[in-house]
C-alpha cells in the first residue's frame, strides 16, 4: 500500500512556501519513506490523517479513511494526551516544536515526538509528528532506575535480618523526631540488646548466631506498625522508635518483646538456642533537640537493664 505526499508545496523554517516541483516531490517520497522515524500529518479538527510515511504504516497499516486515535492508537475518540492544543498559538499561528515522550499502547515501544503545526498543501494548519523509536534508551534508564533504587535500598537495609540498618534509623528517626516536636506528639525509644550472644556464636557457632538475629528481627518485625521504625543498629544491638507512644506503653511493647524473645523457639541444626535481652526505654523531652539525645537515655536504661541482671526492661524517664 502506497501513500503519496499530495503535491508538495513544503513550507521552508522562515515560513516561505518552497515549490519543489514534480521530481523533487518524488524525492521527497522516496527520503521520507526511508526514514528510521514516524511521520504523519493529521488535521487538527477532524483527525484525519493526511498522510503517513512507510516506517508508520509497516507498523500501524493503512490510514485511508482513518483517523490518528484509530490507527496510532486503540481509541474510540481523540487521546487524553492529544497535543494539538499546544501547537497552535491563541492567534492561531504555528507555536513551534512540542518535543515529547510516550510509550504506544499498541506496539508498546516508547517515542521521543516532535509535534509542529505546518502548512499543509492546500494551506490549511495540520499538525506533524516526527516519532523516533527511544525504546533501547529507555529501558537503560529504566535498568538503570532500578538499579539505583536497589543500591539506595540495600545502603538503608541490615543484609542478615532485612531490617533498617543504622543509617536507615537516623533517617526515619530523624523524620519521626521531627514530627514529634512539631506537632507536640509523644515519641518513645526502645533499645534492645540480646544478652550473652558472645556465648551463642562460642557455643554452637556464628551461623547459630546469625540465625538468632534472623529470627529475633523476625519477631520484632511482626510487632510494629507501619509508622514505627525498628532496626538493627549494629551487631545484636536493635532500636525500635515508637511515635504516639508515652512511657507507659512503651514498656508494654518492651515487655511483649521480651516475653517473645524468651519463649522464642529457637532450633539451629537440631539444638534449641535459649535468647534473652535487655531492653532500655525513654520518651521525647522538650529538651531533645537531637535523636541522639533519645538514645543517650535509652542506652543508659539499657546498661541499668544489664548490671540488674538483664533479661528486664528499664524505663529511664526524662527530667520534669
Ligand atoms: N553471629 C553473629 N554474631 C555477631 C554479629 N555481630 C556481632 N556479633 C557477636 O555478638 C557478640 C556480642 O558480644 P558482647 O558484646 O560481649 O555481648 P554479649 O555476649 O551479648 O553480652 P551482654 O551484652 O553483656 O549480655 C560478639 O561475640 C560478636 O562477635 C553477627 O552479625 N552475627
Request: with cysteine; net charge negative; proline share 3%.
Amino acid at each position: 500500500m502506497e501513500t503519496r505526499i499530495p503535491s508538495l508545496n513544503l513550507p521552508a523554517r522562515n515560513g516561505q512556501a518552497v515549490d519543489t516541483g514534480a521530481t523533487s516531490a518524488a524525492g521527497m517520497q522516496a527520503i521520507l519513506d526511508n526514514l528510521d522515524a514516524l511521520v504523519y500529518v493529521s488535521d487538527f479538527d477532524t483527525h484525519d490523517l493526511l498522510y503517513m510515511n512507510d516506517y508508520g504504516r509497516r507498523i500501524w497499516g493503512d490510514i485511508r479513511g482513518r483517523k490518528c486515535w484509530q490507527v496510532l492508537q486503540d481509541g474510540d475518540g481523540p487521546c487524553d494526551f492529544c497535543t494539538n492544543h499546544l501547537l497552535r498559538k491563541p492567534d492561531g499561528l504555528p507555536a513551534g516544536t512540542h518535543v515529547w515522550e510516550f510509550q504506544n499502547q499498541l506496539d508498546k515501544r516508547w517515542y521521543q515526538c516532535r509535534d509542529q503545526a505546518i502548512h499543509w498543501t492546500d494551506g490549511r494548519l495540520v499538525r506533524l509528528e516526527i516519532a523516533t523509536d527511544i525504546t533501547e534508551r529507555k529501558e537503560m534508564e529504566l535498568s538503570l532506575k532500578q538499579a539505583h533504587e536497589a543500591a539506595h535500598k540495600a545502603s538503608l537495609t541490615d543484609q542478615l535480618t532485612g531490617l533498617n540498618n543504622r543509617r536507615a534509623f537516623f533517617h526515619c528517626g530523624g523524620q519521626l523526631l521531627s514530627q514529634a516536636q512539631r506537632y507536640k506528639t509523644p515519641l518513645a525509644l526502645i533499645m534492645m540488646d540480646l544478652d550473652f550472644f558472645k556465648q551463642v556464636n562460642d557455643t554452637h557457632g556464628h551461623e547459630a548466631g546469625d540465625e538468632v538475629l534472623k529470627h529475633i528481627a523476625g519477631l520484632l518485625h511482626g510487632r510494629v506498625r507501619d509508622s514505627d521504625c525498628a532496626a538493627r543498629m549494629g551487631g545484636e544491638e536493635f532500636a525500635l522508635l515508637l511515635p504516639e507512644a508515652d512511657a507507659l506503653q512503651a514498656r508494654e511493647m518492651a515487655e511483649r518483646l521480651l516475653k517473645l524473645i524468651l519463649g522464642a523457639e529457637i532450633v539451629y541444626r537440631g539444638h534449641k538456642i535459649p535468647a534473652s535481652a535487655s531492653f532500655g526505654v525513654t520518651v521525647l523531652a522538650d529538651g531533645d533537640q537531637r535523636l541522639e539525645d533519645l538514645m543517650l537515655r535509652a542506652d543508659r536504661a539499657l546498661y541499668r537493664a544489664k548490671d540488674l541482671g538483664r533479661s528486664q526492661v528499664n524505663v529511664n524517664l526524662p527530667d520534669a
